[in-house]
């Protein structure tokens, strides 16, 4: 077996069901599936029987332990060459593993990613988050459009390979919930393994279903960003302050209208910007409501990582509290 396809899941059984019909449709067949149910309330075996005549399928359940560590389970008991991660909110083109096999043959790859696209049965609200997740106005855009090799590229979990040589050398994914992918992807980095970006190896990422919980998520990232920078010195980018800054501004232009007679110019720089997040997601989608409603997603998306990551810099940073005491009911096992 080649690849093993790994999904950690937690209370999605509906998902799950979506994600298994897009991989019996792969025309690249060597393949296994394991899927890891990570202490759910609501879970999926019933889904996964469904689809043992289909596929070749392995279920597992086992406590609460957050993705990284699920994914790391079902990796000692995967048997391919190669593990990809999948989020249970994806699914996969027929071409997808084709792609995969392609790339890791010709660039002997060690590691490697694809992008996310949405699907047109996506509600407005999942596609206007999609649009401010992977707008070059928002967070610089999906990470390319041809294969980068040589240590530049991190792969993300939603869609993720690694051989196993990779797991074996770094013992896989970390305690943390939230950043845990970036983490293993800089110390695949770091220990001198080749990673890559494959663009025809793309899926349909769903993403979160409202803004409220698209916020707890990014705010989520905000504090891991810190605890990142922690782990890996140096690695703290002047782009990541750019949401802390805009919220940050965003409320002193809002005081400032309140309080000043002229004080709505303070605004006028935000809310252009935020028209021309409109215009793109409107111009991308061909949907002026999801245009629209990419303001909110974007708002969202920036107010959440910046307050978060102000709050991971006032504790860990200012205070010097420890990530594991700072943000153990969120962050760490």
Not at 58 to 87: E, Q, T
Not at 206 to 219: A, D, E, P, Y
């Amino acid at each position: 077996m080649k690849y093993s396809i790994i999904v950690a899941v937690y209370n999605r059984p509906d998902e799950v069901a979506e994600l298994l019909e897009s991989l019996v449709a792969q025309t690249y067949r060597d393949f296994e599936v394991v899927i890891v149910e990570d202490g759910s309330a609501v879970p999926c075996k019933d889904v996964c029987d469904r689809y043992t005549d289909r596929l070749t399928i392995r279920y597992h359940s086992k406590p609460n332990s957050g993705p990284g560590l699920s994914r790391n389970y079902g990796c000692r008991r995967a048997v391919g060459d190669y593990f990809v991660f999948l989020d249970s909110d994806c699914m996969a083109p027929p071409g997808y593993l084709a792609a995969i096999d392609t790339a890791v043959e010709r660039l002997r790859l060690d590691a490697f990613g694809g992008p996310d696209r949405e699907h047109p049965s996506f509600s407005i609200t999942q596609k206007a988050i999609s649009h401010a997740m992977t707008s070059l106005l928002t967070t610089g855009g999906i990470r390319g459009g041809t294969v980068r090799t040589g240590g530049t590229f991190h792969p993300r979990s939603f869609n993720m390979g690694i051989s196993q040589r990779v797991f074996h050398a770094t013992d896989g994914f970390g305690r943390m919930r939230f950043g845990e992918d970036v983490d293993f992807s800089m110390r695949i980095i770091e220990a001198g393994f080749s990673t890559g970006l494959i663009p025809d190896a793309w899926v349909y990422h769903k993403r979160r279903t409202n803004l409220w919980k698209f916020f707890k998520q990014v705010h989520n990232s905000g504090i891991a960003r810190i605890n990142l920078s922690f782990l890996h010195p140096g690695t703290l980018k002047l782009t990541h302050f750019f949401p802390a800054a805009f919220t940050v501004y965003l409320l002193v232009a809002l005081l400032y209208t309140a309080l000043l007679p002229y004080g709505f110019y303070a605004l006028m720089p935000p809310a252009l910007y935020l028209g021309l997040v409109a215009l793109e997601g409107t111009v991308r989608s061909k949907n002026l409501a999801v245009g629209l409603w990419s303001i909110a997603a974007t708002l969202v998306q920036h107010c959440a990582y910046g307050t978060g990551f102000m709050k991971s810099v006032v504790r860990r940073a200012i205070f010097g509290q420890p990530a594991e005491h700072s943000f153990e009911k969120t962050l760490y096992d």
